[in-house]
């Protein structure tokens, strides 16, 4: 068996039933457990779960539309008989019609959608509900309104918000407590220090979101795999791999990524760490506030990432991975849909 460190916990939000939501400092992603990254392996996937939550790594990640409910299913699976050991946390409000995506937030799908996860995955709580994209036709204010009462009824214990925007963040927080912000952060996408988002001038979604006391969730911390280095030419991919299409995975982008994860490796190597614990260890830095979600369906890669919360970064280590990834640093886009990030919504009618 590897020898990892414990892994230890931090806080999400503050001002929630409670206080904030207590999770491990890094959570698992399951999202590629059934879909976009290669094929789907049933048993090694609830192989993993049961190895994290023996390793600690309690705070576990699915939404509705992975797999379009296998997601849920299998995490479900996986838990049954050890629901207390875990912090569930999943996501409404994206689904695939006619393989097109589409976004909901209206209260009726809330509630819908609610009872429809709580009965995939076999529980009768969520620890962390989120929006798993703010609809651009439904106010937030209504949205969080319904997921309010679902805190009422007991269903759901802490609410939650991915990609939404500042302004987003300020509305929704004035509904009801916001646990936790879920937006994509890593060493290659830093865009949340720095983009507003839809807010008022010179603001950043993280620090509206950090004024309201909203943990931050940072998903696709290894750059969807690209920062561990272990992804050196777009014929890695499987015929179906989501990568496949993505912009900076691509044609010239990709070449240049790839001497970002360079530097990155460089400099891992001489911390003695691998580049994915590197990257992880960067977005752990970020403030006690923070636990990123790493997404694998494989234990061996779930014990390398376990071992990034033991790599102490010094203030010199962070200034030169400044310099090694500021932000801007990757070629193409992070969507090839520039709306699927930093969502707003209508104001609400009066
Ligand atoms: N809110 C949102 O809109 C949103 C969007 C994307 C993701 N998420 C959530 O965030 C989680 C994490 O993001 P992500 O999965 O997109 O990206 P990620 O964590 O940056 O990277 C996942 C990829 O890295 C590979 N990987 C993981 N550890 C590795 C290691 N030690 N060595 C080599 N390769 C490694 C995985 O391989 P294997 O798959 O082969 O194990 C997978 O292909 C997801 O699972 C999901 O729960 C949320």
Same mark, same amino acid.
């Given at each position: 068996?590897?020898?990892?460190?414990?892994?230890?916990?931090?806080?999400?939000?503050?001002?929630?039933?409670?206080?904030?939501?207590?999770?491990?400092?890094?959570?698992?992603?399951?999202?590629?457990?059934?879909?976009?990254?290669?094929? %789907?392996?049933?048993?090694?996937?609830?192989?993993?779960?049961?190895?994290?939550?023996?390793?600690?790594?309690?705070?576990?990640?699915?939404s509705?539309v992975?797999? !379009?409910?296998?997601?849920?299913?299998?995490?479900?699976?996986?838990?049954?008989?050890?629901?207390?050991?875990?912090?569930? %946390?999943?996501k409404?409000s994206i689904s695939?019609?006619?393989?097109?995506m589409v976004i909901?937030?209206?209260?009726?799908?809330?509630? /819908?959608?609610?009872? /429809?996860?709580?009965?995939?995955?076999? @529980?009768?709580?969520?620890?962390?509900?989120?929006?798993h994209r703010?609809?651009?036709?439904?106010?937030?204010? !209504?949205?969080?309104?319904?997921? /309010?009462?679902?805190?009422?009824?007991?269903?759901?214990?802490?609410?939650?918000?991915?990609?939404?925007?500042?302004?987003?963040?300020?509305?929704?927080?004035? @509904?009801?407590?916001?646990?936790?912000?879920?937006?994509?952060?890593?060493?290659?996408?830093?865009?949340?220090?720095?983009?507003?988002?839809?807010?008022?001038?010179?603001?950043?979604?993280?620090?509206?979101?950090?004024?309201?006391?909203?943990?931050?969730?940072?998903?696709?911390?290894?750059?969807?795999?690209?920062?561990?280095?272990?992804?050196?030419?777009?014929?890695?991919?499987?015929?179906?791999?989501?990568?496949?299409?993505?912009?900076?995975?691509?044609?010239?982008?990709?070449?240049?990524?790839?001497?970002?994860? !360079?530097?990155?490796?460089?400099?891992?190597?001489?911390?003695?760490?691998?580049?994915?614990?590197?990257?992880?260890?960067? @977005?752990?830095?970020?403030?006690?506030?923070?636990?990123?979600?790493?997404?694998?369906?494989?234990?061996?890669?779930?014990?390398?990432?376990?071992?990034?919360?033991?790599?102490?970064?010094?203030?010199?280590?962070?200034?030169?991975?400044?310099?090694? %990834?500021?932000?801007?640093?990757?070629?193409?886009?992070?969507?090839?849909? %520039?709306?699927?990030?930093?969502?707003?919504?209508?104001?609400?009618?009066?």
């Amino acid at each position: 068996m590897t020898s990892t460190p414990p892994v230890g916990t931090r806080t999400l939000g503050r001002d929630g039933p409670g206080g904030g939501l207590v999770v491990s400092t890094l959570g698992l992603g399951c999202m590629g457990m059934s879909q976009s990254y290669g094929a %789907a392996d049933r048993d090694e996937s609830i192989a993993t779960i049961h190895r994290a939550l023996d390793l600690g790594v309690t705070f576990l990640d699915t939404s509705d539309v992975y797999g !379009d409910g296998h997601n849920e299913e299998l995490v479900g699976e996986a838990i049954a008989g050890r629901r207390d050991e875990v912090q569930l %946390a999943t996501k409404f409000s994206i689904s695939r019609r006619d393989g097109a995506m589409v976004i909901d937030g209206r209260p009726e799908n809330v509630r /819908a959608c609610a009872e /429809a996860s709580l009965r995939r995955l076999g @529980v009768d709580v969520i620890d962390l509900y989120y929006q798993h994209r703010v609809d651009p036709r439904v106010p937030i204010e !209504d949205t969080v309104g319904a997921m /309010a009462e679902l805190v009422t009824q007991g269903k759901v214990r802490h609410l939650g918000l991915s990609e939404a925007s500042a302004a987003s963040v300020r509305r929704a927080a004035a @509904v009801h407590p916001i646990a936790a912000l879920q937006s994509e952060w890593s060493l290659w996408t830093r865009d949340l220090e720095t983009a507003g988002g839809g807010g008022a001038g010179g603001e950043t979604v993280l620090g509206v979101a950090r004024e309201h006391g909203l943990g931050i969730v940072p998903f696709s911390p290894l750059g969807r795999g690209f920062l561990t280095g272990a992804i050196t030419s777009p014929d890695d991919f499987a015929e179906d791999d989501w990568r496949r299409g993505h912009p900076r995975f691509t044609g010239e982008a990709f070449a240049a990524n790839l001497r970002l994860v !360079d530097a990155v490796r460089a400099m891992a190597r001489e911390v003695g760490c691998t580049p994915g614990q590197l990257a992880l260890a960067w @977005v752990l830095a970020q403030g006690d506030d923070v636990v990123p979600i790493p997404g694998t369906k494989r234990r061996r890669y779930l014990e390398e990432n376990v071992g990034a919360v033991a790599v102490q970064l010094t203030d010199a280590d962070l200034a030169r991975l400044a310099e090694i %990834a500021p932000p801007g640093v990757a070629e193409g886009t992070r969507y090839a849909d %520039a709306s699927y990030a930093y969502g707003d919504s209508p104001e609400p009618a009066r």
